[in-house]
Protein backbone atom coordinates (compact mmCIF):
# COMPACT_ATOMS: atom_id res chain seq x y z
CA UNK A 1 0.00 0.00 0.00
CA UNK A 2 1.82 2.96 -1.01
CA UNK A 3 -0.28 5.17 0.76
CA UNK A 4 0.53 9.02 -0.50
CA UNK A 5 2.82 9.52 -3.74
CA UNK A 6 4.36 12.54 -4.95
CA UNK A 7 6.63 12.90 -7.82
CA UNK A 8 9.63 14.71 -8.50
CA UNK A 9 11.35 14.84 -4.75
CA UNK A 10 13.28 17.86 -6.20
CA UNK A 11 12.95 20.45 -8.58
CA UNK A 12 14.83 23.38 -9.43
CA UNK A 13 12.90 26.12 -11.78
CA UNK A 14 13.58 29.37 -13.76
CA UNK A 15 11.60 32.12 -12.75
CA UNK A 16 8.81 32.30 -15.47
CA UNK A 17 8.48 28.74 -16.40
CA UNK A 18 5.77 26.09 -15.11
CA UNK A 19 5.69 22.67 -13.90
CA UNK A 20 3.19 20.27 -11.99
CA UNK A 21 3.37 18.80 -8.85
CA UNK A 22 1.91 14.92 -9.04
CA UNK A 23 0.07 13.66 -6.64
CA UNK A 24 -1.76 10.70 -6.15
CA UNK A 25 -3.04 8.26 -3.41
CA UNK A 26 -4.49 4.34 -3.42
CA UNK A 27 -6.75 4.84 -0.20
CA UNK A 28 -9.82 5.79 -2.13
CA UNK A 29 -9.79 9.18 -0.23
CA UNK A 30 -11.82 11.78 -1.02
CA UNK A 31 -10.19 14.56 0.39
CA UNK A 32 -7.16 15.38 -1.00
CA UNK A 33 -4.85 18.98 -0.52
CA UNK A 34 -1.61 20.75 -1.10
CA UNK A 35 0.26 22.59 1.68
CA UNK A 36 3.68 24.22 1.38
CA UNK A 37 5.89 25.18 4.52
CA UNK A 38 8.29 27.13 4.82
CA UNK A 39 10.77 28.24 7.44
CA UNK A 40 8.90 29.80 10.53
CA UNK A 41 5.63 29.62 8.68
CA UNK A 42 3.99 25.93 9.72
CA UNK A 43 1.99 24.74 6.61
CA UNK A 44 -0.44 26.96 4.93
CA UNK A 45 -3.00 25.44 3.00
CA UNK A 46 -2.50 25.97 -0.85
CA UNK A 47 -6.04 24.18 -2.35
CA UNK A 48 -7.76 21.21 -1.56
CA UNK A 49 -10.43 18.83 -3.07
CA UNK A 50 -13.64 17.13 -1.28
CA UNK A 51 -13.86 14.87 -4.60
CA UNK A 52 -13.33 14.40 -8.03
CA UNK A 53 -14.34 17.42 -10.38
CA UNK A 54 -14.54 19.60 -6.92
CA UNK A 55 -11.71 22.02 -6.06
CA UNK A 56 -11.32 24.82 -3.55
CA UNK A 57 -9.17 27.50 -2.64
CA UNK A 58 -7.15 27.52 0.44
CA UNK A 59 -4.87 30.24 2.55
CA UNK A 60 -2.47 30.77 0.07
CA UNK A 61 -3.69 30.10 -3.49
CA UNK A 62 -2.38 32.58 -5.53
CA UNK A 63 -0.02 31.23 -8.41
CA UNK A 64 -1.28 27.89 -8.19
CA UNK A 65 -3.72 25.72 -9.78
CA UNK A 66 -5.26 22.58 -9.61
CA UNK A 67 -7.80 20.30 -11.21
CA UNK A 68 -9.21 16.60 -9.72
CA UNK A 69 -10.30 14.44 -12.76
CA UNK A 70 -10.13 11.26 -10.72
CA UNK A 71 -10.15 10.47 -7.40
CA UNK A 72 -6.40 9.04 -7.19
CA UNK A 73 -5.06 12.37 -8.71
CA UNK A 74 -4.45 15.84 -7.53
CA UNK A 75 -1.86 17.15 -9.38
CA UNK A 76 -0.75 21.17 -8.48
CA UNK A 77 0.25 23.36 -11.28
CA UNK A 78 2.63 26.33 -10.85
CA UNK A 79 1.36 28.88 -14.08
CA UNK A 80 4.34 31.16 -14.12
CA UNK A 81 6.96 30.17 -11.15
CA UNK A 82 7.90 32.49 -9.12
CA UNK A 83 11.02 33.22 -6.28
CA UNK A 84 8.14 33.34 -3.74
CA UNK A 85 6.88 29.65 -4.32
CA UNK A 86 10.52 28.07 -3.20
CA UNK A 87 9.03 26.10 -0.64
CA UNK A 88 8.59 22.42 0.33
CA UNK A 89 4.94 21.18 -1.20
CA UNK A 90 3.06 18.17 0.43
CA UNK A 91 0.02 16.70 -0.70
CA UNK A 92 -2.53 14.90 2.15
CA UNK A 93 -5.62 12.85 1.77
CA UNK A 94 -8.02 11.95 4.52
CA UNK A 95 -11.01 9.82 4.25
CA UNK A 96 -13.55 12.33 6.00
CA UNK A 97 -13.50 15.37 7.91
CA UNK A 98 -11.39 15.61 10.96
CA UNK A 99 -9.88 12.60 10.30
CA UNK A 100 -6.00 12.47 10.17
CA UNK A 101 -4.22 13.68 7.12
CA UNK A 102 -1.94 11.24 5.20
CA UNK A 103 1.11 13.20 3.73
CA UNK A 104 3.13 12.16 0.69
CA UNK A 105 6.62 12.71 1.48
CA UNK A 106 7.46 16.34 -0.14
CA UNK A 107 8.57 17.97 -3.42
CA UNK A 108 11.70 20.72 -2.53
CA UNK A 109 11.05 23.43 -5.42
CA UNK A 110 13.31 25.66 -5.93
CA UNK A 111 12.44 28.80 -8.44
CA UNK A 112 15.63 30.64 -9.07
CA UNK B 1 -8.81 35.01 12.39
CA UNK B 2 -8.27 31.88 13.90
CA UNK B 3 -5.44 30.59 14.79
CA UNK B 4 -2.57 28.27 16.59
CA UNK B 5 0.24 28.96 18.54
CA UNK B 6 2.81 26.53 19.67
CA UNK B 7 5.76 27.42 22.30
CA UNK B 8 8.16 26.93 22.82
CA UNK B 9 9.26 27.15 18.59
CA UNK B 10 12.67 25.74 19.76
CA UNK B 11 13.85 23.60 22.82
CA UNK B 12 16.84 21.68 23.01
CA UNK B 13 17.35 19.05 25.94
CA UNK B 14 19.37 15.87 26.94
CA UNK B 15 18.81 12.65 26.27
CA UNK B 16 16.62 11.20 29.36
CA UNK B 17 14.45 14.54 30.03
CA UNK B 18 10.98 14.93 30.00
CA UNK B 19 9.93 17.40 27.54
CA UNK B 20 6.55 19.91 27.63
CA UNK B 21 5.20 21.17 24.30
CA UNK B 22 2.27 23.43 24.44
CA UNK B 23 -0.48 24.72 21.88
CA UNK B 24 -2.98 27.35 22.23
CA UNK B 25 -5.60 28.07 19.94
CA UNK B 26 -8.51 30.58 18.63
CA UNK B 27 -11.20 29.19 16.59
CA UNK B 28 -14.36 30.16 15.93
CA UNK B 29 -15.34 26.37 15.61
CA UNK B 30 -13.75 23.31 17.42
CA UNK B 31 -13.84 19.52 16.66
CA UNK B 32 -10.78 18.44 17.20
CA UNK B 33 -7.07 18.82 17.67
CA UNK B 34 -3.92 16.57 16.32
CA UNK B 35 -0.43 16.27 16.57
CA UNK B 36 1.94 15.62 14.07
CA UNK B 37 5.48 14.64 14.29
CA UNK B 38 8.04 15.62 11.57
CA UNK B 39 11.18 14.47 10.68
CA UNK B 40 13.17 14.86 7.35
CA UNK B 41 10.18 14.37 5.57
CA UNK B 42 6.51 13.65 5.59
CA UNK B 43 4.33 14.71 8.92
CA UNK B 44 2.81 11.94 10.48
CA UNK B 45 0.04 11.23 12.87
CA UNK B 46 0.54 10.76 16.81
CA UNK B 47 -2.91 12.01 18.15
CA UNK B 48 -6.21 13.22 17.37
CA UNK B 49 -7.68 14.95 20.96
CA UNK B 50 -12.00 15.68 20.75
CA UNK B 51 -12.64 15.32 24.19
CA UNK B 52 -11.17 17.37 27.16
CA UNK B 53 -9.45 15.67 30.23
CA UNK B 54 -9.32 12.60 28.08
CA UNK B 55 -5.04 11.86 27.80
CA UNK B 56 -4.45 10.16 24.78
CA UNK B 57 -0.72 7.90 25.24
CA UNK B 58 1.96 6.06 23.05
CA UNK B 59 4.59 4.89 24.06
CA UNK B 60 6.37 7.54 25.98
CA UNK B 61 4.57 10.41 24.25
CA UNK B 62 0.88 11.42 25.85
CA UNK B 63 -1.20 14.38 25.29
CA UNK B 64 -4.22 15.86 26.87
CA UNK B 65 -6.78 18.73 25.56
CA UNK B 66 -8.35 21.15 27.70
CA UNK B 67 -11.14 23.16 26.13
CA UNK B 68 -11.74 25.80 28.90
CA UNK B 69 -7.89 26.89 28.35
CA UNK B 70 -8.10 26.33 24.48
CA UNK B 71 -5.06 24.60 24.79
CA UNK B 72 -3.34 21.42 24.34
CA UNK B 73 -0.03 19.87 25.85
CA UNK B 74 2.50 17.22 24.45
CA UNK B 75 4.53 15.31 26.79
CA UNK B 76 7.52 13.13 25.79
CA UNK B 77 9.00 10.95 28.57
CA UNK B 78 12.34 9.90 28.67
CA UNK B 79 13.43 11.55 25.65
CA UNK B 80 16.03 9.79 22.64
CA UNK B 81 17.53 11.52 19.72
CA UNK B 82 15.34 10.14 17.65
CA UNK B 83 12.64 12.31 19.26
CA UNK B 84 14.22 15.00 17.75
CA UNK B 85 12.24 16.38 15.23
CA UNK B 86 9.52 19.25 14.22
CA UNK B 87 6.38 18.54 16.35
CA UNK B 88 3.35 20.27 14.63
CA UNK B 89 0.32 20.75 16.00
CA UNK B 90 -3.04 21.62 14.39
CA UNK B 91 -6.89 21.85 14.69
CA UNK B 92 -10.22 21.25 12.78
CA UNK B 93 -13.10 23.12 13.15
CA UNK B 94 -15.21 21.18 10.71
CA UNK B 95 -17.07 22.17 7.75
CA UNK B 96 -16.61 20.52 4.56
CA UNK B 97 -13.94 21.97 3.70
CA UNK B 98 -11.99 19.43 5.67
CA UNK B 99 -9.31 21.91 6.52
CA UNK B 100 -6.44 21.66 9.05
CA UNK B 101 -4.73 24.71 10.32
CA UNK B 102 -1.22 24.14 11.36
CA UNK B 103 0.88 26.38 13.68
CA UNK B 104 4.28 27.07 13.39
CA UNK B 105 5.77 24.22 15.25
CA UNK B 106 8.36 22.87 17.90
CA UNK B 107 11.83 22.14 16.54
CA UNK B 108 12.82 19.83 19.50
CA UNK B 109 16.18 18.63 19.53
CA UNK B 110 17.81 15.47 21.65
CA UNK B 111 21.56 15.54 22.35
CA UNK B 112 22.99 12.55 23.64
Known amino acids: NAGVTQTPKFQVLKTGQSMTLQCAQDMNHEYMSWYRQDPGMGLRLIHYSVGAGITDQGEVPNGYNVSRSTTEDFPLRLLSAAPSQTSVYFCASTRTGGSPLHFGNGTRLTVT | EDKVVQSPLSLVVHEGDTVTLNCSYEVTNFRSLLWYKQEKKAPTFLFML????IEKKSGRLSSILDKKELSSILNITATQTGDSAIYLCAYYSGGSNYKLTFGKGTLLTVNP
Open chain 2, 50 to 53: TSSG
